[in-house]
C-alpha cells in the first residue's frame, strides 16, 4: 500500500535551463558609436584649424584643385567615352610656376606659362583648338599673351565688346595660369580700321572698352584686380595684317610685365 501510495503522489517535473553561450557580451555597441562621434569631433575640429590657418590665395588654389575648368564647344558631344578636354586643362594651367624674383627667374615663368598657353601637353582638341586663338612673344616689357580672332572664331560679337563663349573660356584659363605669378599685368585692345566714310569711327571706344572686357572676366575668375597695372585701347594704329581693315587685327594684347 505504501508503494501505490507513492504512485499516485504529485508528478515532480524538473525544468533545465542551458545558460546562453553570448551571454555577458552584450551592451558593448555604445563604445564603438562613442569611437564614430569622437573621431567625427576630431575630424571637424581639425578642418576648422586647416580652415583658419590657410590664405586665401591657398583656399583659392584648393578650389580650383576640387572645382577644374571644363572647356565647352559648340561642337562638343555628349556621347561616348569622352575626349579628356577636362584632364587636358588641368594638364595645362596647373603645372607648378617658379618664383620670377629676378630677370632668370622671369625667363623660366614665362618660358611655364608659354608652354600652358600654347598647346604643349594639351590632352584634349577641344582645348588645342581653343589655344589657336593664342599668340605668345617675349618683349623688353615682359610676356605678351595675344589673344586674337581667327577666320571662322572671333572672340567678340561683331562691332561691340560683347565676348563670345570662346573668349569667356580663354580668360577662365589665362587666369588659372598667371594667378599664382606674383608680375603685374597690363591689357591693350586692339581692332581692324573702319571705312574713312564713317563719320563717327569706333575704333577708339571699341579697342578700349574690348580691353576693358577682358579685365572684367579677368576679375570674374578670380584675378586680383589691383595686379591689373593698365588698360589702354590702342585704336587701329598698330596693325598685325598688311590690310588695315582684316579682322584678324581684332585682338587683345595682356601683358605679363617683368
Known amino acids: 500500500m505504501a508503494a501505490g501510495k507513492g504512485l499516485n503522489g504529485p508528478s515532480i517535473i524538473i525544468k533545465r535551463v542551458e545558460a ?44 580650383d584643385y576640387f572645382a577644374p575648368t571644363v572647356i565647352q564647344t559648340p561642337n562638343a ?19 607648378p610656376l617658379p618664383d620670377s624674383d629676378s630677370a632668370g627667374d622671369f625667363e623660366e615663368v614665362a618660358r611655364a606659362v608659354q608652354d600652358s598657353l600654347t598647346g604643349t601637353g594639351a590632352e584634349s582638341s577641344q582645348l588645342t583648338n581653343l589655344l589657336q586663338h593664342v599668340v605668345t612673344r617675349m618683349t623688353d616689357e615682359g610676356l605678351v599673351i595675344e589673344l586674337g580672332d581667327l577666320t571662322d572664331a572671333p572672340l567678340f560679337v561683331e562691332d561691340t565688346a560683347q565676348p563670345q563663349p570662346a573668349l569667356s573660356e580663354l580668360m577662365g584659363i589665362i587666369a588659372r595660369v598667371i594667378r599664382h605669378v606674383r608680375n603685374d599685368v597690363a591689357i591693350s585692345g586692339h581692332v581692324r580700321a573702319y571705312p574713312e566714310t564713317l563719320v563717327a569711327s569706333p575704333v577708339w571706344p571699341l579697342s578700349d572698352a574690348r580691353a576693358h572686357t577682358v579685365r572684367n572676366l579677368l576679375e570674374q575668375q578670380g584675378f586680383d584686380g589691383k595686379r591689373v597695372q593698365r588698360v589702354s585701347g590702342y585704336a587701329d594704329r598698330k596693325n598685325r595684317q598688311g590690310n588695315p581693315m582684316d579682322p584678324l587685327n581684332n585682338r587683345i594684347e595682356l601683358i605679363l610685365l617683368r
Open 77 to 95: 558631344t555628349t556621347s561616348g567615352g569622352g575626349d579628356g578636354t577636362e584632364d587636358g586643362v588641368r594638364h595645362a594651367v596647373e603645372a
Open 20 to 63: 546562453s553561450s553570448d551571454g555577458g557580451h552584450h551592451g558593448g555597441a555604445w563604445k564603438v558609436a562613442y569611437a564614430d562621434f569622437v573621431t567625427a569631433m576630431m575630424a571637424f575640429f581639425l578642418l576648422m584649424w586647416l580652415l583658419n590657418a590657410t590664405t586665401e590665395e591657398q583656399k583659392t588654389g584648393l578650389a
